[in-house]
């Protein structure tokens, strides 16, 4: 049987100085979606930089179980207040949006 987990690498672009708060809202996060048992067992990670302008990003990545539960996060009233207060945290840019969620596969090198 194929794995049928999916690869979220989430991209935040961070109003200045609220990266802290944003890394605290991440564990939160975490916290959730195992408790609702939609992510695997896979650890999160994050990364910091910065954008081309020097502005803050951030990187998370994490495991769905499958995409049925990406979707049943999007329906979830706990999972739907998380995201809601990291969207202030957060601006778009040079027309992009505050966040993206592009669901990737790995490849093996």
């Known amino acids: 049987m194929a794995d049928e987990s999916a690869i979220v690498i989430c991209h935040f672009r961070v109003k200045a100085g609220c990266e802290d708060e944003l890394m605290k809202l991440f564990c939160d996060h975490d916290a959730v979606l195992r408790r609702l048992d939609l992510v695997t067992d896979e650890p999160g990670v994050v990364y910091r930089g910065a954008d081309a302008a020097g502005r803050p990003m951030l990187w998370k990545i994490f495991v769905w179980k499958n995409e049925a539960a990406a979707g049943a996060a999007h329906q979830h009233p706990d999972v739907a207040e ?28």
């Open 82 to 109: 998380l995201w809601e207060r990291m969207e202030p945290l957060c601006e778009a840019r040079d027309g992009a949006p505050s966040m993206e969620f592009p669901h990737v596969q790995r490849t093996i090198l």
